[in-house]
């Protein structure tokens, strides 16, 4: 069966005018923060060539907590979840309770988000860093591979799963050419996985997008979308088998 994993949105090519928004936070003994106590930033939301929201950038760093709000108080971002997800408006709003809570990430700050997704959304910490912030186990119950982009630290935000995060590396989708991204696929098909939305519309015959995959410092190419790698099933009928090989390339 084909896992449907919307793509996320990345890059920027047009700025809309840096706005005002407020800066959601916490007290000493973890309430939330009153009006009176919200101070004002500066964003700059970027849109991609076909006109989709990509990057939200904050001036200055913003509370990962206050970054949720600002979604749901703004409005633009909060529009294009609804494109993909039934209710975002409720879902964000017990996140944003769940962060504040949150001994391991409540503290964490962010410079800008990066991307989102039915599944997920991911911004970009103050120290550079990543953090994802995903709809259940980003991994779909299955052990990071070699091929996965090596997590710094993770966990659950709520006891019954519903709400995980993912602390990585920020990669870059630079300089990936086909060669690399054919042979880095073969070797996760050797491993036994089936990789999904490796292609997408609007590319020529054949051609693989590189918003899949990322390259680290070090030189190596990781998969950072892992819920698009499915373990293949040596019992599948042919059925599935073929077509498996004509829709989830």
């Known amino acids: 069966m084909k896992i449907s ?140 591979a070699d091929f996965d982009l090596p997590i710094i630290q993770s966990g659950k935000l709520t006891d019954d799963g519903e709400f995980y995060y993912y602390i990585e590396e920020k990669i870059s989708h630079d300089n990936l050419t086909q060669s690399e991204l054919s042979d880095f696929i073969k070797k996760i098909k050797k491993s036994g996985y089936r990789l999904t939305d490796y292609r997408v519309d609007g590319l020529p015959f054949g051609e693989i997008s590189a918003e899949q995959f990322g390259r680290l410092q070090n030189g190596k190419i990781y998969l950072i979308d892992p819920e698009s790698a499915v373990k293949i099933d040596p019992n599948e009928s042919i059925f599935t088998k073929i077509y498996n090989f004509f829709f989830n390339k």
């Open 5 to 144: 994993i919307p793509k996320i949105f990345t890059g920027s090519n047009k700025n809309i005018k840096p706005r005002k928004l407020c800066e959601h936070g916490v007290t000493s003994d973890m309430k939330p923060v009153s009006d009176s106590f919200l101070v004002n930033v500066e964003k700059a939301l970027n849109f991609d060539s076909n006109g989709d929201l990509s990057v939200i950038n904050y001036y200055p760093d913003v509370a990962l907590s206050g970054a949720i709000m600002d979604i749901l108080r703004d409005g633009i971002l909060l529009e294009e979840l609804s494109k993909i997800k039934i209710n975002p408006k409720q879902e964000l709003k017990k996140l944003e309770q769940e962060i504040l809570k949150s001994k391991d990430i409540r503290e964490v700050k962010v410079k800008s988000l990066i991307g989102y997704g039915y599944r997920a959304l991911v911004f970009e910490t103050e120290d550079g860093k990543v953090i994802k912030i995903t709809h259940g186990d980003h991994f779909n119950g299955r052990k990071p």
